[in-house]
């Protein structure tokens, strides 16, 4: 859903950015002075951490013009109280700055950094907390399309205990990617699928079911991906951003069974990611 920018647009977005994107020292281990830049794939549990890919969100979707702007400049809402926060930080010169994220919602399980968010919104508007802290549907895909039961039966009070441990779904939401890397092959959104996909194995029980909501431009990128389109659901204008969009659904543990791109490089980093917390690419 990212059109392309021209040159100047991609280096004003770059440079609006700079203004509220702490650029922070870093400490990791196997990072020595003089490195080349590098790009360190990992779960968002920091409050720096948390601000930054708010303010990172907000650049990227005031600039297609998917929200409306606010005096903070930063994109948060009631989902985020649900979710768990993947991020990539651009690492040269003993700093580094987040230049790509994307969340995970969860229907029913709030988010182990609530309580961060809660701090973050306290500093900026506190009366605004307790009308975010609850979300009018489970997930956000379900303001434009009737997702079908079936998907759904899990989360009723009604139900008893799902026979299939991973049978919830989550949703796949808010993938924002600072403008200068839209137009260069760095590996970025590669090496986002690949930390969904850790993430999803180190999960307990593990993350199974993905929707995602996208433009129709990018379907047959995402059916290479696994997903399809949600059975009863068609092209529609996506509310509040009033773009097209499909609704598309992933069964990861079907998706891995295939030939895949991230299969055998995550189980090749799995257990040094799950002892050190993130991943990198050169």
């Known amino acids: 859903m990212i059109a392309a920018l021209k040159r100047h647009e991609i280096k004003e977005a770059s440079e609006e950015y700079r203004s509220f994107a702490q650029i922070e020292k870093i400490a990791y281990d196997d990072i020595k002075p003089g490195y080349k830049k590098k790009f360190i794939f990992k779960e968002l549990n920091e409050k720096i951490e948390l601000w ?11 600039y297609v013009n998917f929200i409306e702007p606010n005096k903070h400049q930063l994109d948060i809402d009631c989902y985020d109280f649900f979710s768990t926060f993947l991020g990539v930080f651009e690492v040269s ?7 790509g ?15 961060l968010i809660k701090d973050i919104m306290y500093n ?29 039966r899990d989360f009723s009070s009604d139900n008893n205990p799902p026979q299939i441990q991973n049978s919830k779904p989550f949703e796949i939401s ?14 970025i959104e590669d090496g986002i699928h690949e930390l ?5 194995w180190e999960s307990n029980p593990n993350k199974n079911i993905y929707f995602i909501a996208t ?38 543990e079907n ?16 257990k040094s990611y799950l002892k050190k917390g993130y991943f990198e690419r050169k």
Not at 52 to 62: D, E, H, I, K, N
Not at 105 to 112: E, F, K, L, V
Not at 127 to 132: A, D, G, P, T, V
Not at 196 to 200: E, G, Q, T, V
Request: hydrophobic letters at 35%.
């Open 196 to 200: 969904i996909l850790l993430d999803a």
């Open 215 to 252: 433009h129709p431009r990018t379907r047959k990128k995402y059916e290479r991906l696994g997903f399809k389109i949600v059975p009863g659901t068609s092209e529609r204008l996506y509310k509040h951003i009033k773009q097209l969009a499909i609704a598309m659904v992933l069964n990861l």
């Open 255 to 270: 998706y891995i069974k295939k030939p895949n791109p991230y299969s055998e490089r995550c189980k090749a980093i799995f």
């Open 93 to 99: 010169n003993q700093r580094k700055r987040l230049v």
């Open 174 to 187: 808010r993938l924002a990617i600072l403008p200068e890397y839209w137009c260069v092959k760095e590996g």
């Open 101 to 115: 994220t994307v969340r995970i919602i969860s229907g029913d399980n709030r988010s182990p950094y609530a309580d």
């Open 124 to 152: 900026l508007d506190g009366h605004r907390i307790s009308e975010l802290s609850d979300k009018p549907t489970l997930f956000p895909i379900m303001h434009t399309y009737d997702i079908p039961e079936e998907y759904l």
């Open 52 to 62: 930054q890919m708010f303010a990172l969100r907000y650049l990227v979707y005031r």
